[in-house]
């Protein structure tokens, strides 16, 4: 890469499950509008005529109305090709097919068990997670052989098993977990502010917040507005709409409007330990104990929130690939706009571009110092000239401490199974899971059909 | 008190809960066996002609088969009485009756919620640490005020919420707890060495183990007998009996004899975690979740143990008192008969008649470095002149730190419950704890109803 | 205060030490030019004479040329005056006279200990935290009692044992240290761009580092500059003027420029340890063994940088005194000269008006997990709505550890003797300082001297 | 080896410096009186003839008076074949010779350094450091190889160093340090109480003492006899003596009586920083400040102790070698003297025939939690079957956790210098050493000639 008048030329973006229908698309639009970075995108896929399809799709944002950067894009037939050279690498991947995410999230139905998302936590996020574990250990040793230099920025879940195990893989590696959970909860900080307070115009990233905890359990203990503490404004809000839900000011943004909420499980466990849940309410509910939120679809609806079924996923699949035909024949138009993801933000910040605080998920080094050195947590973190350092966000309030600390460790204990390839390990997680309220047979029961159900992924575990 | 050829004389040791029918004769006949100690036991008790008719039983111990000892027993009226120019300091007190007791057992059977003691953990053990705590809080203020360098050993629970309270409440404390569980574990292992290996004679001190945990949740990491590697002995036992159980071998002791196990909870930890859980069965179900060994008092007798029933305590209560009565009256005469337990060995190594190692519940000081500072766990310690000193345990294993941290966790937000009488607080635990299976407002009902229930002994929180 | 249009409106600060002669003007510079922020500054010192100057000089700002702020100063005869209602306070004390001063510095030139500085460290050091602690413990009590809510930041030496101070009195302020020493280094590597490697125009903050270590004696292990590492440029440009030393690239700041080194302190630590050492050679050689570079005069001159003696202060002040007079009745006009300070920016930052990433001195809450918890250090942080988090440093590197650790358990022990008022404790740190480098015995005589000649501010310790 | 009634036969003890005149004498003396432990002595010596000498010696022990054991002496020509089935090793070799020793203590004086010993801390210390790393890791390395499951007893100096190396190159190493300086403390503390009290009789072992920090600058927090607190009784003590000395009661063993002291070093300490350090004050003297205790031989002599040169070791080792002959020849009778030190009863305890608390130098696993993990530190440990677990000793005391730190810094920059033949990391070490207290260059000048002087020893360096 060069530093010229134009701002970066000559980047490097190598794009790890760049076959996708949805986020890729996303990033072409951010990339576009970036103004000041240049440079090629290398698309690797498993399915190539996918990582073919974006290809086309890419190179048609050059010049279009609101473009202020200029990108080639380019599919590679090898993991290799892409990598070499990298600047950046993203990571964003479908771990196998929706046929064994129905598994994971619908098996467990049959012992009682719903899940409103499964790639995280839950029965379905061990499993999940016990087929990624493998796959990631080889993109991460790809990294380290092409582009050990690179910044990896992982959006794929399970998010915080996938970057630990990076980290394991190849200690050197310069990863982070990219996820926009957060992002919600200020919106909806913003939303208080207009609703109750008449205060217009709050962007979301003008509530300073300090993040703690895990990606999709992560936790606010602060959060300002100029001189405003919005911990005193937020007390008074849940007690307003603890009964009913919040469903106001809702995020209009593509990515995230049919997964809609109503706060009522984030107020709930305001009410309860006093610090403010900084994700969906669908991921929060999936790592509290299973007879809080998820103890059956009604009682989840009851809390103001669906469940997912895959069965919308693939049929929202299908969508997403017609309008893939659609955007390369030209049918539809590719066009410019904003996704309020921090992606490329970041990298114009590791570029020295400017300087950023956002939340990231990265391996603890005392940013939380009570809980366990290197395991992966989310925090604020600065990003500036080709470095990445955490912000201290103190100790976690012992009121959430073991709420955490149960899913740290799941998390470990699963990085650690997946590495060894220890399924005995993977059902000591998975048995102890907070949503597994079945009795101990059942659960050795479930866990023998979930493997046995997505097997085809999991043959590293039977050599 | 005074070194003299007979050891020492002139000891003063305080009794709080002295009107015991049960431990306290078994201290006396450990006291009266000990050869090298002379003094006197102050019994306090609230209920003073208990106390009185202890004060009668004691003093008979003078000068009987095996006496090598002088002990004058004397009740008094008052706290302060009994702790002035106290030497040791003897905690053993039922916090109110058996009938508060059958509340917090028997309670949340109603909600599908099945405990096995109920002093410790899940929903009993936190109603009871709620009224235990003000109890604490006076005696420990007590101590402070009349004899703040005796040593205070504390064999009531819950255990751990108890010496945490009087570290709480002052901090200059000489507090540890004592437990017999450990010592069943060691002789399970003993048993293992006769039953398998033709060992014979092994006493529960020669099986060297390393202890970590928190009481009654303890681990062992490590055991030994000779240079015997225990953990690979205790690998080919648990395969053979983890079906079927292991009963032989049993503990004759009177304390233990009516709460057998056949350990198959045991095993089945072992097989799970890798590592020896050190507590009765019976204990140890309470601390794993609710579906795993305590679904039901079915699932319960088949991994080979039952559930204490309190109308069992009540039936063996009247059994004490009248046996209580002939003691007092010379109809049953007294005698010296070993009990097991620690306490008097503690004392004398304490003195710096010979130093002793041996399991024991203090604030942690790093003897386990990956729990957190200062709350309330169990290891080995080194007792001798004067000073007790935690033996470094080592990190909690990490596969078995998740289950431990939820404890200590939990305990810790009791604690804080208790001391600042905080209801919301202490349901933040309650309704977290692995035992409370039912929906959020079926836990919410049903601790509004155990508070209700024992209100007489909550005063202090609806002030 | 209020957010307007204009920025915000209404701010109080309170200025401790607000008859300063220099650090006050430039202040009024920064303020003046700050665009959106506007209200009063309440000038507090015990030289009323010195803060009504001060409050004639600063009412001359309003209007002038690049004035874009409004503001009225304030002299105040009592220190609560000055804090009630303050937003922010700022402390810039001198403690005591430079007659005291002169006793610090050049006292222990007759045991053969020659100081650079001598208001951090060494004897001086000591002597001077002494006779500060119990005034600082003044101030910190009245911003208790008058605005507990309001930011403090602190330009006085020695600057962590007064942070340190502030929050042992007052442990929930809201305190910061502020130093510029760390922005000489960066642009010492700003000077290395342009002479050595022709990049020109490269200014102070566009050099990202990572700080770590105690005021004055900070370290950077990692410095970028876009995506340079400067390390290895470092290197290079060490090997060449480490036997010179580098005089190019001077900072032209008025604050400044009577202090200059030629950097071979710098160079040789960078040579021995591989980290680059970030403030003046003056106070870095005063961190170090007394032997290595402040032997003697001759030493220090031969690594070229002198000591600072008192006599030139006293000179200097003279001249401040008198160009205060020129100032107060106008035969010199005011004007607006950027200092290079970060106060203001902080401020700004604090208000929610930008983020800002700078070094900072605060108690370790994390950020360096390998030194003691609480103890001031000096890493970056994160200046956002209200709220200030330290950025994680990480470990501090081996080699260097045991230097720093000197230093922190030094201030540690200082601290306590200052706040406990106990004179053995403050030469227990005093014999042991690295410039201390007389006999034992010398060392008491010394220390007596010192302490007899400051008596007059120092009765504290004699009560 | 067996569990027999005569308690265990069969054992293997390999001696890594077997053809020592004077400890091999006293390990024969102890292991012959030991009773219950029998079994095999091999010998391995570089010196293969003074190995024989030895096994001639050896085997005279059995059936004399006062044996009770019976053991084997071989001598062996390879280490392997002392290794190979080792069930103990013990580890006390002389690295390199008197001449280079004469150059570690002697060469620094031209320099103005005075060292009392020089095998540990100091110029001499850190040199011999460099030469015993690369033998230590032969050795280390042969263990793991020859006997991975033998206990590694290491009497050798630099002792911390040397197990350090033991643990970075063979983490799964069961070795430690064994040293008796802290016997000594003891016997001064009954010493105090026979003089001062007239409390006669009382055994070493009998005081009990809390023991922290790294070898020979080891220091007590807690000494008690019975219920009588010494810390109260040493404040008097050292009230009377501080300025005289103390030098009644001393100590009689053969090993020590050529090095005495007067205790004056350790008033001074004591009055100091309140803690009782517990080596002899030789060893004390080198860990502080070259300027308080060793400025020259006269102030050494002035508080109470000499400098031992190395010709009185070339002329003691003139008297052994001439023993050594004696004894092998039958003109001197071998005979049975107790040492007074722990390592048979450590093997013993090791063995699981009785339980033994005593100081050790280990890796720190928390047991003094405010020094470095994994660095090498003298506390109490519980020695039992197969086991050996650290006392935890708690935070080292703020006042003295600075002299501490330095060393142990000092100490982990060495060992990683020798592991990685990095002299200029030595030489930071060195020159930051407290005992260098002359200028930079010629603490450069000086470790270079020290180099030189024993360059045969130092190959590995310069490869």
Redesign the interface.
């Known amino acids: 890469?060069k530093?010229t008048a134009r701002g970066v030329e000559g980047l490097k973006i190598a794009y790890i499950g760049g076959g996708s229908r949805g986020w890729a698309w996303g990033l072409m639009s951010d990339l576009a509008s970036a103004g000041d970075m240049h440079g090629e995108v290398a698309l690797y896929d498993i399915d190539f005529e996918a990582a073919k399809n974006n290809e086309i799709i890419g190179n048609k944002f050059n010049g279009i109305e609101g473009a202020t950067s200029e990108w080639t894009y380019r599919a590679t037939e090898t993991i290799g090709e892409a990598l070499t050279g990298a600047d950046f690498v993203v990571v964003s991947i479908l771990p196998a097919t929706f046929d064994e995410m129905e598994s994971d999230v619908h098996t467990p139905e049959k012992y009682g068990i719903y899940q409103t998302v499964g790639d995280t936590t839950g029965p379905g996020g061990v499993i999940r997670a016990l087929r990624t574990i493998p796959m990631i250990e080889h993109i991460a040793k790809s990294i380290e052989k092409y582009c050990p230099n690179a910044w990896v920025i992982n959006y794929t879940n399970p998010m915080t098993v996938i970057v630990r195990t990076m980290y394991r893989v190849f200690p050197g590696i310069k990863a982070f977990g990219c996820c926009h959970e957060v992002f919600g909860t200020q919106k909806l900080l913003a939303a208080m502010l207009k609703e109750e307070y008449g205060i217009e115009g709050v962007k979301r990233d003008?509530i300073?917040v300090?993040v703690t905890g895990v990606n999709h359990f992560t936790w606010l203990t602060?959060a300002?507005?100029?001189?405003m503490?919005l911990f005193k404004l937020y007390r008074e809000f849940v007690d307003k709409y603890a009964e009913t839900g919040f469903t106001k000011g809702k995020d209009e943004n593509w990515m995230n409007n049919v997964f809609e909420c109503s706060h009522r499980v984030k107020f709930?466990l305001f009410n309860?330990?006093g610090y403010i849940a900084a994700a969906g309410d669908r991921h929060l509910a999936e790592f509290c104990?299973g007879?809080?939120?998820l103890?059956n679809p009604e009682?989840a609806r009851a809390m103001g929130f669906g469940l997912t079924p895959v069965s919308w996923r693939k049929e929202n699949l299908k969508e997403r690939l017609a309008k893939s035909e659609k955007l390369r024949s030209g049918e539809l138009p590719v066009e410019i706009k904003e996704t309020g993801e921090d992606g490329v933000k970041q990298m114009r910040a590791l570029?020295?571009l400017s300087?950023l605080?956002t939340n990231v998920n990265i391996p603890n080094?005392?940013?939380?110092?009570?809980l366990?050195?290197d395991a992966v947590v989310e925090t604020?973190a600065?990003f500036?000239?080709?470095?990445l350092?955490?912000?201290?966000?103190?100790?976690v309030p012992?009121?959430i401490?073991?709420?955490i600390?149960?899913a740290?460790?799941?998390q470990?204990?699963v990085v650690?199974a997946g590495l060894t390839r220890n399924l005995?390990?993977a059902?000591?997680a998975f048995?102890?899971d907070p949503l597994?309220?079945?009795?101990?047979s059942d659960a050795r029961e479930l866990f023998n059909q979930m493997v046995e159900n997505t097997k085809a992924y999991l043959t590293e575990y039977f050599k």
Request: include cysteine; charged fraction near 30%.
């Open positions: 890469m530093y003008e300073k300090n602060s300002k507005y100029h001189d503490d709930d309860r330990y104990e007879k809080w939120y103890e009682a570029l020295g300087d605080v080094k005392g940013q939380i110092p009570n366990p050195m604020n600065v500036r000239d080709d470095s350092n955490p912000v201290s966000a103190g100790d012992a009121e401490r073991a709420l600390m149960r740290v460790s799941a470990e204990m650690e005995e390990l059902f000591a048995c102890n597994v309220t079945c009795s101990l």
